[in-house]
């Protein structure tokens, strides 16, 4: 259940966003992704799930290269995009429905009771998405990420724009779900990645300028706190 990158490149015409990147994640690990605005996060996790293509560089996931098999890379993957697209006048089971048929689920009814009660959403269900809260429908879009049982989950910032209640909720969901997965995702906060995180890659102008093990932390930033490594290596 790991993520393989290997010299990864992106170009947007003569901008390089992406600049030959590479790191090796471990198996069930939340692995969090930071770095400022622009730092290439997205960029790296839309690559990971296909939606982009990279110039140069390997991809693997599970041990399959998505470039090479690119539709059996992505029965592995689940993905929860920054902005969480869901159809507004869909009820949630409706929309559960159609993501497992997309994924051609056998058994699809009692696959969607079960990733409804995993999520939380019991009772939510009978609602249509525009009748969510913001917390709840991120938990829709986790929902439909884990559907089809994926052994990797890409999430970008999950948790963005949420309360603090709303927060502790979605962390607790993700925490549960890494268990028998692992878990890539991007963020901006910073005790998001102390609450949560294994592992933490630090992205800046398309360079990966650190990649450590949470329990490293201490060994390897003396005396320094998870913001404060993030300035230093992000001002430089």
Same mark, same amino acid.
């Given at each position: 259940?790991?993520?393989?990158? %290997?010299?990864? =490149?992106?170009?947007?015409?003569?901008?390089?966003?992406?600049?030959s990147?590479?790191?090796? %994640?471990k198996?069930?690990?939340?692995? /969090?992704? !930071? +770095?400022?605005?622009?730092? +290439?996060? =997205? =960029?790296?996790?839309?690559?990971?799930?296909?939606?982009? @293509?990279?110039?140069?560089?390997?991809?693997?996931?599970?041990?399959?290269?998505?470039r090479?098999?690119?539709?059996?890379?992505?029965?592995?993957?689940?993905? !929860? $995009?920054?902005?969480?697209?869901l159809? $507004?006048?869909?009820?949630?089971? #409706?929309?559960?429905?159609? #993501?497992?048929?997309v994924?051609?689920?056998?058994?699809i009814?009692?696959?969607?009771?079960?990733?409804?009660?995993? %999520? +939380?959403?019991?009772?939510?269900? &009978?609602?249509k998405?525009?009748? !969510?809260?913001?917390? &709840?429908?991120?938990?829709? +879009?986790?929902?439909?990420?884990?559907?089809?049982?994926?052994?990797?989950?890409?999430?970008? #910032?999950?948790?963005?724009?949420?309360?603090?209640?709303?927060?502790?909720?979605?962390?607790?969901?993700?925490?549960?779900l890494?268990l028998?997965? @692992?878990?890539?995702l991007?963020?901006?906060?910073?005790?998001?990645?102390? $609450?949560?995180c294994?592992?933490?890659?630090?992205?800046?102008? /398309?360079?990966?300028? $650190?990649?450590?093990?949470?329990?490293?932390q201490?060994?390897?930033?003396?005396?320094?706190?998870?913001? #404060?490594? &993030?300035?230093?290596?992000?001002?430089?």
């Open positions: 259940m790991s993520i393989e990158v %290997t010299n990864l =490149t992106k170009m947007y015409a003569s901008q390089k966003v992406l600049d990147i590479s790191f090796c %994640t198996s069930n690990h939340i692995i /969090g992704v !930071l +770095g400022p605005n622009g730092a +290439g996060k =997205t =960029t790296t996790m839309k690559i990971l799930v296909g939606i982009l @293509t990279a110039n140069e560089g390997l991809v693997k996931v599970d041990n399959i290269d998505i090479q098999q690119r539709i059996l890379a992505k029965k592995h993957i689940g993905y !929860l $995009a920054e902005n969480n697209p159809y $507004a006048d869909m009820y949630i089971r #409706e929309l559960l429905t159609f #993501e497992a048929q994924h051609q689920l056998k058994a009814s009692s696959r969607v009771d079960e990733v409804i009660a995993r %999520t +939380g959403l019991i009772e939510e269900q &009978f609602k998405i525009n009748q !969510l809260s913001r917390g &709840f429908k991120q938990r829709v +879009g986790l929902a439909m990420a884990i559907i089809h049982d994926p052994t990797i989950l890409i999430l970008d #910032e999950p948790t963005s724009g949420l309360d603090p209640n709303q927060i502790i909720e979605i962390r607790n969901l993700i925490k549960t890494s028998n997965k @692992t878990v890539l991007s963020t901006h906060i910073m005790q998001e990645v102390d $609450a949560i294994d592992e933490v890659i630090v992205l800046h102008k /398309g360079q990966i300028k $650190a990649h450590f093990l949470k329990d490293e201490t060994s390897k930033f003396p005396n320094l706190s998870m913001e #404060e490594i &993030f300035v230093q290596l992000t001002t430089t």
